[in-house]
């Protein structure tokens, strides 16, 4: 009997286990990967500022639109291949990134040199390359849903940085 009730115990440890790994709707916590972002917090904030406060005397194009007719703009990091720096955004004005520079250039370095748009949408600026991985500013602090857009099917963790600030890793990579 003794064996018996130890059994279900350790059966109700391990479902118990199984189901908070498996807990979806919340994102994952690093104390690493906090700390590290930490370090680059104040670039992605003054960035995050600058495209928050485009209108269109910044902005050489229109914005693209999505499927959902709502504002989607997509902003493609300019690179000098040769002296591996940030030296501008597409589609937006040089004069107007001018003070951000420095900023970009740490975000590059914070995404190992695969920083190649900046999108914004209704609600999350996301930091992104044709890596594994992305940051996203949400302005409601929603947890992030999607990894590239809308009903993608791609597979991601998402790590809270905390301050609507998330990291979503591709888990297929």
């Known amino acids: 009997m ?16 199984l189901k908070c790994n498996f807990k979806i709707d919340k994102p994952v916590v690093s104390i690493e990967k906090i700390e590290e972002f930490n370090k ?9 500022n600058k495209i928050l406060s485009i209108n269109g005397d910044n902005v050489e194009e229109k914005a693209i639109l999505n499927e959902e007719n709502k504002e989607r703009k997509i902003f493609t990091i300019e690179h000098n291949k040769e002296a591996n720096n940030v030296i501008g ?5 040089d004069d107007y990134v001018e003070d951000v520079l420095n900023e ?17 949408s209704t609600d999350r600026i996301s930091y992104e390359g044709n890596g594994n991985h ?14 590239f857009y809308k009903d993608d099917t791609t597979k991601f963790t998402v790590y809270d940085l905390g301050d609507k600030w998330y990291l979503l890793i ?3 990579r």
């Open 134 to 147: 992305i940051i996203v500013y949400s302005q409601s602090g929603k947890i992030p849903n999607y990894y």
């Open 2 to 17: 003794k064996k018996f009730v130890i059994s279900i115990l350790l059966i109700c440890i391990c479902l118990l286990i």
């Open 104 to 120: 970009l250039n740490q975000i590059n370095d914070y995404l190992k040199n695969d920083f190649e748009f900046i999108e914004f």
């Open 89 to 93: 955004i597409l589609r937006i004005k």
């Open 40 to 48: 680059y917090k104040s670039s992605f904030e003054n960035v995050n």
């Open 170 to 172: 591709n888990d297929i």
